[in-house]
């Protein structure tokens, strides 16, 4: 099996306005290709000892693997969340022509 070159990352945010804030410094500093933003998530997560719950907005993003430290540091530049989530999943397969914009879009 090939090493995973592409990765799809998750970050909620706590708004819109800040998950396109955090979309677009993405993609100007060309660290992703591609993020859909979808409103009116609802979140139950454990914090502090207590289980909480908050309407979020999940931001989707499309890159490659290798710049995933550099996608952290600067949503954490970025983010209101004191913990925010910052996971990656990997693009196993994918079109080649659409992986192939993936890298033309990116660093």
Not at 31 to 40: H, K, M, T
Request: include cysteine; charge should be positive; charged fraction near 30%.
């Amino acid at each position: 099996m090939p090493a995973v070159r592409y990765i799809t990352i998750f970050i909620t945010a706590s708004s819109r306005k800040e998950a396109e804030k955090i979309a677009l410094s993405l993609l100007k500093k060309r660290l992703v290709a591609c993020a859909n933003i979808f409103g009116g998530v609802d979140s139950i997560f454990s914090w502090k000892g207590k289980i909480d719950k908050a309407e979020e907005t999940l931001i989707i993003l499309k890159t490659k693997r290798n710049l995933f430290k550099k996608i952290v540091l600067e949503v954490k530049k970025i983010h209101s969340y004191k913990t925010p989530e910052i996971i990656a999943a990997p693009i196993i397969e994918g079109s080649k022509d659409y992986l192939e914009w993936i890298n033309r879009n990116t660093q």
